[in-house]
């Protein structure tokens, strides 16, 4: 159902993204999974005119707040950019499937590119509470993109920060790092969001190393809840590729099943 | 009796508001009981199994509309009659299903079957696609095509036939002129209108397929006007479908000529708004001192 949730704060924290808290009404809409998303009305008025998708980047039932981190990039994101502490803003979810957590999973692995760490930071914060180590290669375009060096320290993720300024992160490389840490670290379980690139090289370590792995996709979307078919990907399943709605059957898929066009 | 009833030919519905096919989908169940609509149209059927067109299928534009080219993704006829009308049974609002095809042969052989089918309360004629046999031009682009294709299905069911007109041509009245000849019981005006947006950054098209449908409050006057001019020109019930997003923008297209209006991109950003719609129509009706919603259809003042 949709909800109008009251904005505790909505503050840009670096060059390009916003951090957004809101207090939810009722603890209805609980449990929120990490990976799952909410489809945000970002103003009031007809300007932008469809809701946007943001992954859920903190989940705090017992307060019922819920947090975002988003790029601001387009129409949607700058209005939502402008909303103030105590405005109401309209929220329908959580929609979608979250991260699944493999049985007997020790060490994890999360991949992110640019703001792919919101969902995969929602993800390790879970890690953590079930006593899972987590590692993580964060990539992004600059310095000043890094996003939560310091609270993924905090939380005890140990974390790579690679990005294109320097070189460090290119696909080569950060495969090389990856692997390094699958073999030292024991990694059972691999996390990716927000680079196709990262993405392929990192389906096939998977695939080298057996090791369970999901990915979270991000497309345009209209409804947000299976009536439109804007978003779909394919996937592979018995030896027949299909598509499939990202907002209903994903948007987090087994990293193995999804084909890269 | 809510007064909101309206009658489509031999269609009654409890109330004027259904969606527009291709906004609506089973999952719609979990925000809106379809027992509170007028009619309930899934997205349209193909009769063999279609995956669609690759993303970025849809894009906004800047002035109040999307753009969509989904490609009629489609699980196939079979797959529609083993699981997608037992489901739609559940409910006694009239079932509408929306048939596709790329041939006239195949529109036949769909409605043929489909209208064999109790549970099947009309059928709407999606001819507003492109047609694979004619370079990509729809049937309904055409009004010979357009009065072959109704014809011909016509030969095969009694049951209501509602043909989804393109905006996309130089006259709509020609066509539903066509349509009303041929046999057809109401008709839709219209379908989206072709149009095309492109990222001025990366310089290329917004969504995958160049061009789409463009849908959204931007196009309700367009809508308006065509509904109008039809209403002028036939007898026909006609079902408004364009930029509907609360009740005054349906009474709007009631008043130019509409008995029943269609629902699409405004379920897309609240699922609810159909309900909203039909609740805001009878606040208009009290307002207005109307006992019969269908009192109004076609009840533009001009001069």
């Known amino acids: ?113 640019g703001v792919g760490i919101a969902t995969l930071s929602a993800l390790a914060f879970k890690m953590k509470r079930m006593n899972i180590s987590c590692f993580a290669i964060v990539s992004a375009r600059t310095k000043e993109d890094y996003l939560m060096e310091a609270e993924l320290k905090a939380a005890g993720v140990e974390a790579v920060f690679v990005n294109d300024e320097d070189g460090t992160s290119d696909p080569h490389h950060v495969k090389l790092l990856a692997e390094t840490l699958v073999s030292e670290k024991k990694i059972d379980g691999i ?38 078919y804007g978003c779909v990907c394919q996937i592979e399943e018995e030896e027949s590729i299909r598509p499939v709605r990202i907002c209903m059957e994903g948007p987090v898929f087994p990293l193995e099943k999804v084909v890269f066009a | 009796m809510s007064g909101l009833e309206v009658s489509l030919g031999k269609l009654h519905l409890k109330n004027p508001i259904m969606p527009a096919s291709g906004t609506f989908a089973e999952q719609m169940t979990n925000y809106i009981d379809i027992n509170e609509i007028g009619a309930v149209i899934p997205k349209s059927i193909t009769k063999s199994r279609r995956t669609g067109n690759p993303t970025p299928r849809i894009c906004e534009t800047k002035a109040g509309g999307m753009i969509n080219s989904i490609g009629i993704q489609s699980e196939g006829l079979t797959y529609f009659k083993e699981k997608t009308i037992p489901f739609y049974a559940n409910f006694s609002t009239p079932f509408i299903p929306s048939v596709s095809a790329d041939s006239i042969e195949e529109f036949v052989e769909i409605c043929e079957e489909l209208g064999a089918i109790d549970e099947v309360d009309a059928i709407e004629l999606n ?19 357009s009065h072959e294709l109704v014809s011909q299905v016509r030969k095969t069911t009694n049951k209501p036939l509602i043909p989804k007109l393109s905006p996309n041509v130089t006259s709509i009245v020609e066509i539903a002129k066509a349509c ?103 606040a208009y009706m009290k307002v207005h001192g109307i006992k019969d919603i269908q009192e109004i259809i076609g009840g533009v003042v001009v001069r």
């Not at chain 1, 998977?206 to 345009?220: D, G, S, V």
């Not at chain 2, 047609?131 to 309904?140: I, R």
């Open chain 1, 1 to 113: 159902m949709a909800v109008k949730t009251e904005i505790l704060f909505n503050k840009q924290i670096s060059k390009r993204y916003f951090h957004l808290k809101v207090k939810v009404p009722n603890k209805q809409l609980f449990p929120v999974q990490a990976g799952q998303f909410f489809h945000i009305k970002c103003s009031d008025g007809s300007k932008p005119l469809l809701r946007r998708p943001l992954s859920i980047f903190r989940i705090n039932e017992a307060e019922s707040t819920l947090e975002f981190l988003y790029l601001v990039k387009g129409v949607g994101t700058m209005a939502l950019a402008e909303r103030k502490k105590e405005e109401r803003l309209d929220i329908l979810g959580p929609l979608g499937k979250g991260f699944s957590v493999a049985e007997g999973s020790e060490n994890i692995l999360v991949v992110a590119r």
């Open chain 1, 191 to 228: 996390y990716t969001c927000g680079s196709r690139r990262l993405s392929i090289l990192m389906k096939e370590l998977a695939c080298e190393h057996q090791l369970f792995a999901e990915i979270a996709l991000e497309e345009n979307m209209g409804c947000g809840i299976g009536s439109c």
């Open chain 2, 127 to 145: 001819i507003s696609c492109p047609n694979l046999k004619n370079n990509g031009l729809a049937f309904g682009m055409d009004p010979s095509i």
């Open chain 2, 180 to 282: 009303e000849a041929s046999g057809a019981d109401i008709l839709t005006v219209s379908n989206t209108f072709l149009a095309m947006s492109i990222d001025v950054h990366t310089r290329k098209p917004k969504i995958s397929n160049v061009m789409g449908g463009y849908s959204g409050p931007a196009i309700l006057p367009l809508v308006v006007r065509m509904v109008y001019q039809v209403y002028q020109a036939t007898s026909l019930p006609i079902i408004g479908c364009g930029g509907v997003m609360n009740g005054e923008d349906a009474i709007e297209l009631m008043l130019a000529g509409a008995s029943a209006v269609q629902i699409g991109t405004a379920s897309f950003i609240d699922p609810e708004a159909m309900i909203t719609i039909r609740d805001e129509i009878e």
